[in-house]
């Protein structure tokens, strides 16, 4: 349950539904080097999310040719993660986020997920706009919780917009900036200098 403390190894634990994870420089996995990943879900059991910065050159009327009217620009598939790249998890933005709208589930605020499977004709009044992900990341449990301590990753608060920025490449930079301080100084950290 979003908001809602849970036991996990006998400390509380909030759940991080509806934030950002920022990739410090630190992460040396290459499938989230520099990425922002929003979480969709952060339960006991584990945690999923979608890198927000990855964009592809797939055009979503390629794949999904009746839901490309309603995706923001860039129009394209993006690269949600390394697990499952065949499935697809779309993210919308509600105009009218209190009312109740099929196949919506809510992440945080405006944001959440949407099901592919309803007409999208009929969500054209309701949704702002959508962005497809092939694949997405996840973590079992504790998983995502030792890669923080770990230093890995910033959590941090997502913005309405963030799912769907127009220049998605600067993204990372954009979240870390608007921190402030020592967080904005990561923001110009060189991509090619090693950390041990």
């Not at 759940?15 to 006991?44: Q, Y």
């Amino acid at each position: 349950m979003q908001g809602e403390g849970q036991a996990i190894g006998g400390r509380a634990m909030e759940s991080m539904t509806g934030r950002l994870l920022v990739a410090t420089p630190v992460l040396k996995d290459p499938n989230f080097d520099r990425t922002v990943v929003l979480l969709v879900a952060h339960e006991p059991g584990g945690a999923l999310g979608v890198v927000l910065n990855r964009a592809t050159e797939v055009p979503v009327a390629d794949v999904l040719g009746d839901w490309s009217d309603l995706a923001r620009e860039p129009a394209v598939l993006f690269e949600g993660g390394p697990v499952q790249p065949d499935s697809a998890i779309c993210l919308a933005r509600m105009r009218h986020p209190v009312k109740p709208v099929k196949g919506f589930h809510r992440v945080s605020g405006a944001v959440g997920t949407i099901d592919l499977s309803v007409d999208p004709e009929k969500l054209r009044d309701a949704v702002g706009g959508i962005r497809v992900f092939a694949g997405y990341s996840g973590w079992g449990a504790g998983q995502l919780e030792r890669e923080i301590e770990e230093g890995s990753w910033f959590v941090l608060d997502a913005l309405p917009g963030d799912a769907f920025v127009d220049r998605p490449d600067d993204l990372w930079p954009m979240v870390l900036r608007r921190q402030g301080g020592m967080m904005a100084a990561v923001a110009h950290f060189p991509p090619d200098v090693a950390l041990n």
